[in-house]
């Protein structure tokens, strides 16, 4: 490089550097030769020298390398490699760095995993493909009271107390949420809900579940306060009318397993009414808490005490001395109840005087299952108020003629199923969004000729009695898929068609086949239907159940809980079977809207049922307020005479074009709300 004269003697020790001594600057000319000489030594020492520095610069560089490469190894990803420019090993830094940046990128990702695993509510367990822990999350460690460390190594079941093992399990081809029972380091017992998956990989280290699970505790305080209040009467605190149907049916099934005998005492308040209209409405009920009060201490511990309705109480006896007579022994009982009731209560500076009328019906001589004990009871009770009151009566077969007229009723469903007298009507199902519909529940009609329509209430029960049942179900669901074909033809879109089933229908034994055969006949799309079970049916015999109840929705059949909130199952039961909705029954949206009680029922059922991704239809909806009260929950679905009474079929047509053709009927109800 050429640079202006008199600077060319300072090349050398620019180049050199480590020679300013040798080749100081303003060397003069003449000295040249003697310069030249002592430049090519100083420049062979400069070159040997720079060489020596150079060496050194590299093992410097490759040490950089080899702790840069320590420090990867070690996953410390912070610092870059660093080298001299002119070592040569450029390259090898290069590569490290890029390296370096790989790195940096996948720990970022992985540290970012990390933190979301980390931070997740919900519990977390990585196992072996026996069940043995070696990850768990801070969720985890939380949920179980033990630290990661004390978990590794164990098995999940052996968190689970002995109770719940059988029910235990992490294979599920179905990978399904199920319920089970952790024991903490404190020794509690949590609820969980937990799922548990495969992790599917060729590497047998990382193979096993990723099991993740939740604490549902409150879940379970809400569905038992739930399950409470369903079964409660508000006032009394005794079992209301349905839970008292359900003891007494279950009081039934003992006295037939033992050849034991029991009885069903009615009880009825004489002029309630008065009381009510004399003393006021809260003298009313310090009057019907006194009367519940007398009855259980006046009745045998083992006596169950429900109220049916305001003014009306039934007993159930059972446990009676098979030595004596029952039908003294009983009566002797319920004169007692009605003396202790007869003494007078203090109300509100008050004496208030009550007096109770009986009926009493006997297990088995007056009937063997709930419906005609209650009925035969109800009929001694008729006839014992139509003395005055305070009066006792036995039921005797020429009170009630109905029995006859049921006799006569079974043995003519027969004919009327071969006479077509058979109706299906449909009740639509609304979508409490915007009022549109959804659907309808298809429910059957007997038009027996001299009686007029008759209800499914009063012929279901007698048709269950015998394999006519099954006949009725079927013709039902053929019925109904004639007309979703004929509403097709017209081009309406009738929307999911509820079917309700019957114990004995899912008890068939080839009711899937015949189900399919019958669908496919019409050649309806299975997601058309959907089947209504109630809670009490579904419990009969879960696990065949279950086995049923998957085929049918593997075939695409949606399945729906009746008159849920009735029935004695807990919510983690019905978990096990693939149900998409729940229906409120509607006695509980019938008072949703005036009983508190109702509406928390109502409230914890929607919220229940939301949180287990499930559909939630009310029933009998009649009023605005409750269709208000409804909405304000979320609740998905209605059904009610606020929308019409159940339609024939083509009734049914007419509403859809109504609505297709913008005129829905409904919408001035959801324009108001
Ligand atoms: P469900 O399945 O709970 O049907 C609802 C019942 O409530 C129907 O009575 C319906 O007419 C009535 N309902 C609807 N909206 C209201 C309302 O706003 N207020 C009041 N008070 N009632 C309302 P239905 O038709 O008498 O049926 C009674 C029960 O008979 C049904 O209860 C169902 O369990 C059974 N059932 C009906 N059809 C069939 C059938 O084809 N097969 C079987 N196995 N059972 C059936
Ligand atoms: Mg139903
Ligand atoms: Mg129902």
Redesign the pocket.
Known sequence: MPLPDGRRWMILPLCLGTLPAVAAPGIDAADAGTAVLALAAAAAVGAFAGRAALRRRRAADTENLAEAVERLARGELATAPTVSADGGLGPVAQALARMRGTLQAAAGARDYLNQVVTSLGDALLLTRPDGTIHWANPAAERLLGHAAAELKGRTLASLVPEAHQAGFSLADPRGRTRETVFRTAAGDEVPVSYSAAVIATADPALQGYVVSARNITERKLAEQRMRYLAQVDALTKVPNRMQFQHLLQRAIARARRGQHRLALIYLDVDRFKEINDTFGHSAGDTCLETLTTRLTRTLPPSAVVGRLAGDEFGVVLDGLDPARNLRAEVVGITRLVQEAVAEPVACQGHQVLMSVSAGIALYPADGNNVVDLIRNADAALYRAKRQGGGALEVYHSDMNAAAVDRLMLKSRLRKGLDQNELR??Y?PKIDLRDGSIAGA?????WELAGRGLL???EF?PLA?ESPL?LE??EW?LDRVCRDYQQWQAGRARPGRIA????LR?LKQRNFITRVHDIIRRHGIPPEALEF?I?ETTLMEDARRTVRILDELHAMGLALAI??FGTGYSSLSALQQFPIGTL?I??SFV?HATTSHDQATIVAMVVEMGHSLGKDVVA????AEDQLRFLRALNCDYA????FG??MPADAYADLLADHRHGAGRYRPLFARG
């Not at 079917?499 to 019957?502: D, I, W």
């Not at 059904?639 to 606020?642: E, I, M, P, V």
């Open positions: 299906v009507v009740q529940e298809a429910l059957v009609r209800l499914p209430g279901i269950e049942i009725v179900g039902v079917v309700n089933l019957s229908q209504e109630t009746d008159d229906k029954d509607q019938r029933e009998g909806v009649e059904q009610g005479l606020l009474p159940p």
